[in-house]
C-alpha cells in the first residue's frame, strides 16, 4: 500500500503562490505517474496535472496552464505543484494521487493511491 502526504496548501491572496509537495511512503515512485486534482465545494474532483516519474513528461490542464507548474524531484521522491497567479476560482482542497502503469491521464479512474489533500483558499 502507498501512502501519499500532500502539504504546502494555505490561504494566500489573489495573485499570489503556493507550491504543494507530494511524499510518498515508498522508496522511489519508480515508473509510476503522479497527478494532481482538486475539488472545490459543491464541484467535482478536477484533473490539474500529472507528471511521469520515469521521464518527467508532463500534462496540464487547460484552466491551470501557464499558472502551475508540475514537477518532481527524483532524489527526495516528492512531486511538487508550483501554483503562480492564483485566483478565488483556484480555492479547493488540492490531492496527488499515484498510478503504478506510469500512464499520464486526467482520468482519475487510473489512479491507484490518493492522499488526504490539502487546502488551498485564495482570498479575492
Known amino acids: 500500500q502507498v501512502q501519499l502526504v500532500e502539504s504546502g496548501g494555505g490561504l494566500v491572496q489573489a495573485g499570489g503562490s503556493l507550491r504543494l509537495s507530494c511524499a510518498a511512503s515508498i522508496r522511489t515512485f519508480g515508473n509510476y505517474a503522479v497527478g494532481w486534482f482538486r475539488q472545490a465545494p459543491g464541484k467535482e474532483r478536477e484533473f490539474v496535472a500529472a507528471i511521469s516519474w520515469s521521464d518527467g513528461s508532463t500534462a496540464t490542464a487547460d484552466s491551470v496552464k501557464g499558472r502551475f507548474t508540475v514537477s518532481r524531484n527524483s532524489a527526495k521522491n516528492t512531486a511538487y505543484l508550483r501554483m503562480n497567479s492564483l485566483k478565488p476560482d483556484d480555492t479547493a482542497v488540492y490531492y496527488c494521487?499515484?498510478?503504478?502503469?506510469?500512464?499520464?491521464?486526467?482520468?482519475?479512474?487510473?489512479?491507484?493511491?490518493w492522499g488526504q489533500g490539502t487546502q488551498v483558499t485564495v482570498s479575492s
Open positions: 494521487a499515484a498510478d503504478p502503469s506510469g500512464l499520464v491521464t486526467a482520468d482519475s479512474h487510473h489512479y491507484d493511491y
